[in-house]
């Protein structure tokens, strides 16, 4: 049996409003989520890009998927 190979894709959203700490456009982040796992796409991992004293710049999605 062989193992799996995978293929990854990332993908940046950025964030709106800095002087409020950053705000994420929830309908499009999900919106998005939705696409990629209807293309086969997994959700790995979520994380935010600090610009300073904590506020969110962009939050990164980091999917795979089996090729």
Same mark, same amino acid.
């Given at each position: 049996?062989?193992?799996?190979?995978?293929?990854?894709?990332?993908?940046? *959203?950025?964030?709106?409003? #800095?002087? /409020?700490?950053?705000?994420? +456009?929830?309908?499009?982040?999900?919106?998005?989520?939705?696409? *990629?796992?209807?293309?086969? #796409?997994? /959700?790995?991992?979520?994380? +935010?890009?600090?610009?300073?004293?904590?506020?969110?710049?962009?939050?990164?999605?980091?999917f795979?998927?089996?090729?």
């Open positions: 049996m062989s193992q799996a190979t995978w293929q990854y894709k990332t993908v940046h *959203l950025a964030a709106q409003d #800095w002087f /409020l700490g950053g705000k994420v +456009d929830y309908e499009q982040f999900e919106e998005m989520l939705n696409r *990629l796992g209807g293309e086969g #796409w997994e /959700l790995v991992n979520v994380f +935010d890009t600090n610009k300073s004293h904590g506020q969110t710049r962009d939050v990164v999605a980091v795979k998927k089996q090729r």
